[in-house]
């Protein structure tokens, strides 16, 4: 597998899309002005505690307070509060924890109010950004994400990533943690840390202490409801989080931006610096990569695969619900249940890249096609884990239930990636809506696809005008026009003819 990062950096955003062998499976925008992103750290002020909930208030300078529950305070929170309390009146001298005296771990039973009380200023950390009405989601259990390990003050714990399977591995990572971490910070190890020595993780170590020497420095002059430290912007934390050599390249319009990453790539894998392309041409960097047909076909409430197979994904304020179906991928040498267990497989694989895509959180309900046979309900729910388990959000797949449904929960930290797929109408002067245009070649295709395998001979297919003269069109004098290809590709005439009683997105076709 090889990945692909393409970044289109625009006036008000950027918009990153995540290549996998050519197909899309991630995409994310950050808007210039977003101050509001996980893993970003604060001085906040606690507004209220609401001993209802065990969980107070706290406001950070968003326009809705931030929601801190008790548990989430983290064992060491006395511990942190005592040192945010010094730092910002000026009491301490140093970042280092060797000399500081810790305070007992916060019981788990606890309540809120035993913790903490309106007015006190509290180190937070975003885990979940604002969403809907709601404010951020805080935590004050800091941690520090590097490449290769996340560095957690006033812990003395060191993980290793259970994705390890190496005994022998994750001991000698541990002893090796053990003996260059600073006195007083916990570590835990990712599992890209696997293999690696003692020199770059060194590297990496110190990298994640001078942010928290900076985080100590800043606190000295901070006011509350103020940002302490940010985190990489986007397209770095992909870069931080999934870079092997499995990366192929990054193409990014713009040149600063590029400056950015190559000098993010020097410090974290200078080998692969030179895998960031500037990309020059005029035509716009998503369409020169095909990312924005994939867009329209992939965010829309039908989405359909090969052969005829679709998806129809609906959003409820409670849960996600998307129903499979089969379409007329029906194939006769197989029975039906060979033919459900055929449709299901293809359709999880593309459930798995949809929850991903669009960053879908919460309760997912899949209805897959009924199948009775209890041994073919096992490979479903056992591909279905295979085709989410490169999927970094935590996540929870439970068996089919009787009915075939099949029940994910994940984790939701950002809204849910929403894409208007549909366009203005231009019969009707934009006063309606039609499905994206960029679709239609592609659906004719599926159709005629159908057709290649059902029936012989000549096929005859009327159009809008204008859908005729783009198929029909030749874009150079050594060309072929998209008609022709389906000539070649299918083995039999296929012509194209203009009919000005149908719509834009209307065809006929005729054998």
């Not at 996998?20 to 101050?35: T, V």
């Not at 985190?231 to 193409?251: C, G, Q």
């Not at 409670?318 to 033919?339: F, M, P, R, T």
């Amino acid at each position: 597998m090889k990945y692909d990062l393409i970044i289109d950096s625009r006036p008000s955003e950027v918009v990153i899309a995540l290549l996998r062998d050519g197909l899309l499976i991630e995409l994310h925008k950050e808007k210039h002005d977003n101050n509001f992103s996980v893993g970003d750290i604060y001085l906040g002020k606690v507004r209220k505690t609401v001993p209802g909930l065990n969980a107070s208030f706290v406001n950070v300078g968003y326009e809705k307070d931030g929601f801190l529950h008790y548990l989430d305070l983290g064992p060491q929170f006395k511990s942190i509060k005592k040192f945010t309390r010094r730092a910002v009146d000026k009491k301490l001298n140093t970042a280092s924890l060797k000399n500081f005296k810790k305070e007992v771990n916060l019981e788990k039973d606890g309540k809120i109010n035993d913790a903490i009380k309106g007015g006190d200023l509290v180190l937070a950390q975003i885990s979940k950004e604002p969403i809907s009405t709601k404010g951020p989601r805080l935590s004050t259990e800091i941690s520090l994400a590097g490449r290769y390990m996340v560095l957690m003050p006033f812990s003395d714990r060191v993980s290793i990533s259970q994705k390890i399977d190496s005994a022998e591995e994750k001991s000698r990572l541990k002893k090796l943690i053990r003996s260059i971490k600073p006195h007083g910070f916990g570590v835990i190890v990712r599992t890209v840390a696997q293999g690696k020595k003692v020199a770059e993780l060194d590297k990496d170590l110190k990298n994640l202490y001078k942010k928290w020497q900076g985080i100590s420095k800043k606190l000295k002059d901070a006011q509350p409801n103020t940002r302490i430290h940010g985190e990489l912007n986007k397209s770095s934390v992909i870069l931080r989080d999934l870079l092997s050599a499995k990366f192929n390249s990054i193409h990014v319009n713009n040149s600063e931006l590029q400056n950015e990453l190559k000098e993010y790539l020097s410090i974290i894998a200078p080998d692969q610096e030179k895998i960031v392309k500037l990309h020059k041409k005029e035509t716009p960097i998503f369409q020169e990569f095909n990312v924005t047909k994939q867009i329209k076909s992939a965010f829309g409430k039908n989405v359909t695969m090969k052969k005829g197979v679709y998806l129809v994904i609906e959003h409820t304020e409670a849960l996600h619900v998307i129903d499979v179906n089969s379409g007329k991928k029906v194939d006769s040498k197989k029975n039906q249940e060979d033919n459900a267990l055929a449709v299901n497989l293809e359709a999880a694989e593309e459930v798995a890249r949809q929850l991903r895509l669009r960053d879908m959180g919460g309760i997912i309900v899949v209805d897959f096609i009924d199948m009775k046979q209890e041994k073919n309900r096992k490979i479903l729910t056992d591909k279905m884990k295979e085709f989410m388990s490169t999927d970094k959000a935590k996540h929870h797949v439970l068996p089919p239930t009787k009915f075939g449904l099949i029940q994910i929960t994940r984790q939701r930290v950002k809204p849910e990636m929403n894409i208007d797929t549909q366009e203005n109408c231009p019969m009707c002067s934009g006063k309606g809506k039609i499905d994206s245009s960029l679709l239609l070649v592609d659906q004719i295709e599926t159709k005629l696809h159908n057709l290649s395998e059902t029936t012989k001979g000549n096929i005859h297919i009327s159009t809008h005008p204008f859908v005729a003269s783009y198929i029909n069109k030749k874009d150079g004098w050594f060309s072929s026009s998209i008609s022709k290809e389906w000539s070649n590709k299918f083995d039999r005439r296929i012509t194209i003819s203009a009919d000005e009683r149908l719509h834009l997105l209307q065809y006929t076709v005729v054998k």
